[in-house]
């Protein structure tokens, strides 16, 4: 990152944690003139003033620092680690959490910057809330005071990547089926041996630290485990690359293989059990991933819009004259500020602690719903320019389709939605 770029961006002093403030105190107080389309529904007027320094610092290093190198970077399938180190210096990773080295704003703020990096690339915004939401979250959720000083301030500068190993190969939407198991270990008094596998993990190749959930053998309990793979004897842990994905090209995936694997019994989370502490996670991920998405359909709208105000059809006029290109753009944009909207009032329900699992679910599942089918739509506008990567839309598309499925797939939301509606578990 340059030093130019630096002093343009205002100081991380911005970040530190205040309050969040009364209605009286939001940025917007004069009356709205003006349709804007890129905002339909004025969310901004929602927006404190430091969210507001927050969001434009986020947005101005991912367009000027990321945007330029999203594209190779999804041909080759690549990510590149020092970017969390860029984030961390600008304060951006672990945003919501207070103390060791974090900005501690407020959710919506933390929100913000995952819509900002989504614009860019979703690969890109998960390997930021797999860092902040899952792993960091998890240790300053669940973890001793030992492991918060000992990790959190080197995580949050980027230092240190964490990864969160939940998901295994058999059993995707079922955790509780889980077949990771930890056991004392018979020789070294105060250690576990953990062993399993866990699949479509973010950041685990590159990872120095990696959250594990697993059973405990004596108890049956799912606990939390903080892996140090530096700690790890050669062959207990194994954390392979997938390869040759179709989404999320330009951040890293692979899978955990744990073989009898020594982790000292301090690096187990002390008091949460079974799937109370990884939901817990989960929930704030989805919470950033809610609003993220809604960057990456954002920035569909906006490439849609210029294409179809540029490409000239039938006599010299615009595309954008036509009136199935005008829906599909008025659909997009009413989904977007309407997912928006929904968004910010839910992050600051969160921030109240009023915030229930439920309304999580619900913005989670129809923002993705919605992007992913809108960013389709809006697809349709380019053509056969549509399969070109350099037009970026399918890139978009791909990884959308991503979204929808991970961290709770859009059809296992609904069920929990009609739990909530009906009373009735339909799991089993």
């Known amino acids: 990152m340059s030093r130019l770029l630096l ?20 940025a917007s107080t004069s009356p709205i003139s003006q349709f804007t389309w890129e905002d339909p529904l004025a969310s901004k007027n929602l927006l404190t003033e430091e969210e507001l320094a927050i969001s434009e610092t986020a947005e101005r290093y991912c367009q000027e620092q990321l945007q330029p190198r999203v594209l190779q970077a999804y041909r080759d399938e690549h990510y590149d680690p020092k970017i969390l180190e860029e984030m961390g210096e600008l304060g951006l990773l672990g945003a919501t959490i207070d103390g060791y080295g974090c900005a501690g704003v407020s959710t919506v703020a933390g929100a913000l910057i995952t819509r900002a990096v989504e614009r860019v690339d979703s690969g890109y915004r998960s390997s930021m809330s797999v860092q902040s939401s899952l792993a960091m979250g998890a240790i300053h959720d669940f973890g001793s005071p030992e492991l918060k000083e000992k990790y959190l301030p080197e995580m949050a500068k980027g230092k240190l990547i964490g990864a969160f190993g939940l998901t295994e190969p058999n059993h995707g939407s079922d955790p509780g089926s889980m077949e990771a198991v930890a056991r004392e270990h018979p020789q070294k008094e105060g250690y576990y041996l953990l062993t399993g ?59 955990i293989h744990l073989e009898d694997c020594p982790v000292p019994k301090e ?29 990456a359909l954002e920035d569909c709208i906006d490439r849609a819009r210029t294409y179809s105000l540029e490409r000239k059809q039938f006599k010299g006029n615009p595309l954008a004259k036509y009136q199935l290109i005008q829906k599909k753009l008025a659909d997009a944009a009413t989904d977007a500020a309407y997912g928006t909207l929904a968004a910010i009032q839910v992050g600051r329900l969160k921030d109240q602690g009023k915030a229930t ?10 923002n993705c719903d919605r992007a992913l089918h809108n960013s389709r739509v809006l697809q349709e506008i380019f053509g056969g320019n549509a399969v070109s990567d350099e037009y970026m839309i399918g890139r978009h598309v791909a990884n959308l389709y991503v979204t929808q499925t991970y961290e709770g797939q859009s059809d296992i939301h609904s069920l929990i939605l009609g739990r909530a509606i009906t009373g009735v578990q339909a799991f089993v």
């Open 197 to 255: 596998s866990k699949t479509w993990i973010t950041n685990s190749p590159i990872a120095d630290v990696l959250v594990v959930w697993a059973k405990l053998q004596a108890t049956g309990k799912i606990r939390g485990f903080l892996v140090n793979r530096k700690q790890c004897p050669a062959g207990t842990l194994e954390t392979p690359a997938i390869k040759n994905k179709t989404g999320l090209r330009a951040s890293i995936t692979g899978m």
């Open 7 to 26: 002093r343009q961006l205002p100081s991380r002093a911005l970040f530190h944690a205040r309050p969040v403030p009364s209605v009286r105190t939001y």
């Open 357 to 366: 699992p439920e309304m999580i679910s619900m913005i989670k599942r129809q």
């Open 267 to 295: 690096n187990m989370f002390p008091e949460v059990e079974g799937l109370k502490g990884p939901f817990a996670c989960l929930n704030s991920a989805r919470y950033g991933i809610a609003l993220g998405v809604m960057g």
